[in-house]
Structures are given as structure tokens and as C-alpha cells.
């Protein structure tokens, strides 16, 4: 039985010693220290000895075992750390080369200038403790038309001419069904704003794209009344434009706010006197918005007598265009990188 046990340890200790892998080497380990490896069985056999033997063979037994789990440890560490060294060797970089694009070789990207005015309006507004939604592209006829007070049948469903898919529900059409989730998930008093991009069945012209971007608002407290809505639209155009901006409200007809406006800013391209952009009357049409209609506020589960709001709905690419001077709105989407570069 010496023999045997003498035998197992130097075949084991020579193997591990020139094993190559870990795997090698776990594949040992089962082969004599596993449950069923030869030295476990001698181990497990030690009760069957005679008594004058059982002590020697055990003693010797377990010595062999420590050997064996020593050397497989040692075996393991070494090939662990010329792993590591080949890593090192194969795959190191140099942090300290410049990289393709600032020697010229390649393109670094940048963000679209829409993506650009969404996240600075997400960063205004988030300051002034709104939180963003976010909302479904395709809809439901309930988020876009019924929930904001237009029913079925309704002429103002005409305003807003509509991609509907053929299950009945469409593209939305405004970015207003976000303001209705958001009452559903949220409890009074709210502050949100739900940017995204939305869809008309239009055909395009330099103001008009089908496919374009807003960023919703909507703010509902105790007592809201115009000139909170009066205080974040001026706070937001100066924000954007980085000077105090001169606005007018206009009525407006949303079904949604009652009473509802067009918010005009003095033109900034020729400071109001008249120029193209503004048709010649020193005024541009910037965001409709309102204070929200009660029956809205009941769709979003929230009580009129105890609460009310303000809204709006700011459409980006106009904006865009009237910070940068933008003569077409089809260059959005255009993907020309001349148009692209200079943001
Ligand atoms: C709406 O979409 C309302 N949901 C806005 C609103 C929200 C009003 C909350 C009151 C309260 P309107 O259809 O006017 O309103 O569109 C809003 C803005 O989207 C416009 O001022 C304009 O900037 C932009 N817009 C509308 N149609 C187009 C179009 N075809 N191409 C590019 N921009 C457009």
C-alpha cells in the first residue's frame, strides 16, 4: 500500500509540475482528490486496514494529499502569472497615442443639432425641478385625441393631420399624449417635460416637415394662473437665447387648454422692426400653450376644483431655425454634413 500511495503522489506531482493549463490541472485534481480519485478511495478504504497498519497508511495518506494540494496550488499560481505577463505583452496599448481622429484620419461625430437644443431644454427645465418623460411614438387614439378633449368626429382632429397605422392607432401626432401618462403615473403637484418626435401627414415646404420635434410641458399646482406660464416661457427663451426675449400671447385654439395662446418673441434676426423671417411684423411664433382644460385634468384623474396648469408644446426645428437664422426645415433631416458640421 506504500508503494501504491508513493506511486500516486511522484505521477501526480510530475503531471502537475507539467501541466500547461488549468484545465490540465483541475482535471488532476478530480483524477486523485476528487470523490471518486484514487487517493479519496484509499482514504475512504483506511477502515478496513488491519489496526497495526490503519495509523502508518493514514499518516502517509494525508502527507500525500497536502503535498498533492500544494503543488496544484503552486502549479496553478505560476500558470496564472504567465497568463497575465502574455496579456501584458500581447495586448498592451499606448494611452498616450493621440487617436485616429485628432491626427486627421478619421471623423469624430458630434450630435445633431435637434438632439443639441433637447438636451439644453432638458437641462433648463430639470433646474427649474421638472422631471422628463419620456412617451410612445406610436399611439393609441385615447393618449393622442380623446384624453386631451378631442373626441371622435371632432374638427379639431383636422388640425392635425394623421398617420394612422392599420390597427386603428397612429404616429402621434404632438407630443401632448405625454402630458396624459405622465397625469396617470404622477400625483399633483407635477412639473414634466416629455421631448420626442412626432408625426403629421403633411407635404414639406421650408417651414414644414413630416416628421419633426417637440418638447412638451406641463406644470399643475394649487392656483396656477397665466403668469406662472408667462414666467417659465421667458425664463426658457432667455435661457435658450441667452438674452431677455420680448414676448406677446396671442389667443390661440387648443381643445386642451382653455384659455389657450400663441406665444410670439420679438424677432431676434432683425430685433423686431420686419425682416423675412418674421414676415415683416417684428414678431415670430414660437410655442402655443394654455392653461389646461378641466376635462383633461379628469382624464388625468385629477380633480379641477382642486388643482390646475399650464401647458405648452414647443416645436424644435422652428426653434432651431430662428436661433441660427435656418432658412429651410428640410435640412434636418437631409443628413447633408455641410448642413450637419456647423453645429
Ligand atoms: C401642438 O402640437 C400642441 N400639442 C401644442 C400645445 C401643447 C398647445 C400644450 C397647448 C398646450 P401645434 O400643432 O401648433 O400645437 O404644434 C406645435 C409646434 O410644433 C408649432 O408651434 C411648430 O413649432 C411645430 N410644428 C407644427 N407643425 C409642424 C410641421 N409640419 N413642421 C415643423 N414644425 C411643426
New binding site residues.
Partial sequence: MENKLEEIKKQTVDAVRSAKTADELEDLRVRVLGRKGSLTIILRSLGDLPPETRGTIGKKSNEIKKIIEETLESRLNELNETSLDGLVTSEWIDVTLSSPGATGTAKTGRLHPISQIQYEIEDIFTSMGFEILDGPEAETEYYNFEA?NIPKHHPARD??DTFWTEDGNLLR????PI?VRGMEKMKPPLRIVGPGR?F?Y?S?DA????T???V???MIDRDISVSHLIYVMKELLRRIFKRDVKIRLRP?Y?P??EP???LDMNCLICGGTGCSVCKQSGWV??????L?HPAVLRYGNIDPSQWSG??????????IMMKYGIND?RHFLSGDERFLVQF
Wanted: charged share 15%.
Fill in positions: 386631451l388640425m392635425q401626432t404632438h407630443t401632448s402630458q412626432v403629421r403633411e414639406t417651414s414644414h416637415e413630416n419633426f420635434y417637440q412638451e410641458g406641463m390661440g387648443f386642451f387648454v389657450g395662446f400663441e411664433e414660437v410655442l402655443p400653450c394654455g389646461v399650464f401647458a405648452f408644446g414647443l416645436g424644435l426645428n422652428r426653434l426645415i
